[in-house]
């Protein structure tokens, strides 16, 4: 059993930075891919970005191109998002997540671990 471990959230004003962070315990090789995912008051969970275990090829969704970057390091078992002008309606529970299935890797229903979440907050 994976347990996977967030931190980093907070409150920050428009155009701030925070990085989160996600440590996975007992981290199994038959992990391929790894995603920040995000849900706000009233909206459903949605995928923000994922990376691949084993080239590091990572996917974005379109309204945080260019100002996020997740990144993994697999000797540490551990996944960070990186969060620049960051804008109010980024503000969301996220949640980290790992899968060791194939398929869309936005696809919320393939991913096996989740972590408890970590709040960010971005005020105007």
């Known amino acids: 059993q994976v347990r996977l471990v967030e931190s980093g959230g907070g409150s920050v004003q428009a155009g701030g930075s925070l990085r989160l962070s996600c440590v996975a315990s007992e981290y199994s090789a038959g992990i391929n891919w790894m995603a920040w995912f995000r849900q706000a008051p009233g909206k459903e969970r949605e995928a923000v970005a994922a990376i691949g275990t084993a080239f590091g090829s990572a996917f974005y969704t379109d309204s945080v191109k260019g100002r996020f970057t997740i990144s993994l390091d697999n000797a540490k078992s551990a996944l960070d998002l990186q969060m620049n002008s960051l804008k109010p309606e980024d503000t969301a529970m996220y949640y980290c997540?790992?899968?060791?299935?194939?398929?869309?890797?936005?696809?919320?229903?393939?991913?096996?671990?989740w972590g408890q979440g970590t709040q960010v907050t971005v005020s105007s």
């Open positions: 997540a790992a899968r060791t299935r194939s398929g869309s890797v936005f696809n919320q229903y393939l991913y096996d671990y």
